[in-house]
């Protein structure tokens, strides 16, 4: 089935750096994926809709110049942590609309746990 | 703004005992209504969805929920949890194209 890859499952880095998460559609396309933002005790809260070929569109609060998104294929889409802080530490995760049919709007990858120290 | 709430972060129940967590969302047009359950290390699956019809919806795994518009609820169900069910479930709510709003997940532990 459809399956969303996600790379790396982990990061440490200093502060002050930048980190880049990739998010790769296996087996379909993804014109769209999602990136979304979980910390510890709280919901997954959407980030950003990247959009292949356009700008992404990104969501009430979430800094564009800190989060840089690049969806330049059709089965990558890549969130890149500028200039990380301590408070960026977090669990990423991206997700791509499953292609039809399909009983899930969306097929999610594993996730990438962010530690900025 | 449109929310989605789960009444429980942590439950922790015995094997065989019967599961219910609860879900409520603000929003008062139509959705589209989503369990996903997260393994330990693994992704997010969903477990069941509520489109329309039937309100009472059987999803993977002997799971079950309830779509009670009035109450604007949609909680999940299980008769008999087996340790296997320890993970962490998340209801989500559809609002637009694909654009999913999570509740705060709930971590069910089921002791052998």
């Known amino acids: 089935g459809a399956v969303v890859s996600q790379h790396p499952s982990w990061v440490i880095c200093k502060s002050g750096t930048s980190v880049k998460i990739e998010c790769r559609s296996l087996d379909f396309q993804a014109t769209t994926m999602f990136w979304y933002r979980q910390f510890p005790k709280q919901s997954l809260m959407l980030m950003a809709t990247?959009?292949?070929?356009?700008?992404?569109?990104?969501e009430q609060g979430v800094e564009k110049d800190k989060f840089l998104i690049n969806h330049a294929s059709l089965t990558l889409s890549t969130l890149t942590v500028t200039s990380a802080h301590p408070e960026d530490s977090s669990f990423y995760i991206c997700?791509?609309?499953?292609?039809?049919?399909?009983?899930?709007?969306?097929?999610f990858g594993n996730g990438t746990r962010l530690t900025v120290t | 703004a449109q929310s989605v709430s789960q009444h429980n972060h942590h439950v922790i129940l015995s094997e065989a005992a019967s599961l219910e967590l609860g879900c409520n969302y603000s929003y008062g047009g139509t959705v589209n209504l989503f369990w996903y359950v997260q393994y330990p290390g693994q992704h997010l699956q969903l477990l069941l969805k509520y489109f329309s019809g039937d309100p009472l919806v059987k999803g993977i795994k002997g799971f079950e929920a309830e779509f009670i518009k009035s109450k604007f609820s949609f909680n999940l169900r299980k008769p008999s949890v087996q340790w296997s069910d320890t993970a962490e479930y998340f209801c989500?709510?559809?609002?637009?194209?694909?654009?999913?709003?999570f509740g705060t997940g709930t971590r069910l532990l089921v002791s052998p």
């Open positions: 990247s959009n292949e070929g356009s700008k992404a569109t990104y």
């Open positions: 997700s791509a609309p499953a292609p039809s049919p399909s009983n899930s709007p969306l097929h």
């Open positions: 989500a709510v559809n609002l637009g194209f694909q654009k999913l709003v």
